[in-house]
């Protein structure tokens, strides 16, 4: 599968490509999650994003950049020309299965 992410780099977008796993402790009981992202799964991700050290930095991506299956283009969603630019990064890998758009919105007071 490959995807097309805009705007992944924390939230949604984060939690929808990468492998979370939780402990919870309830009175002595302790149950822990895991949720396979879609890299943990096989997916070559294209990540487009303002800044690409946020993910770059981040020992978690550290694997799936090794590997091939996460690269970063640094754009802006918001460009037509960014977009197109990443998009061509994209197609290059092959045919797209899923674009995920999950920009955020900044308050503006």
């Known amino acids: 599968m490959l995807v097309f992410a805009l705007g992944a780099s924390r ?3 984060r939690f929808a490509t990468l ?3 939780s402990v919870l402790d ?3 009981l ?10 943990a ?10 800044s690409v050290a946020t993910l770059e930095n981040d020992p978690e991506f550290k694997p799936h950049i090794d590997s091939g299956k ?6 802006n969603a918001m460009s037509y ?3 197109s630019a990443a998009w061509k990064v994209a197609i290059s890998e092959g045919t797209v299965d899923l674009i995920l758009f999950t920009v955020g919105s900044c308050a503006v007071p």
């Open 11 to 13: 939230n949604i977008g």
């Open 26 to 28: 309830v009175s002595g």
């Open 30 to 39: 302790t149950l822990t999650t895991e949720t396979l992202g879609l890299l």
């Open 19 to 21: 492998s979370t796993s």
């Open 70 to 75: 996460a690269k970063f283009i640094k754009g």
């Open 41 to 50: 799964k096989g997916a070559t991700v294209v990540y487009l994003l303002r």
């Open 81 to 83: 020309d960014d977009v």
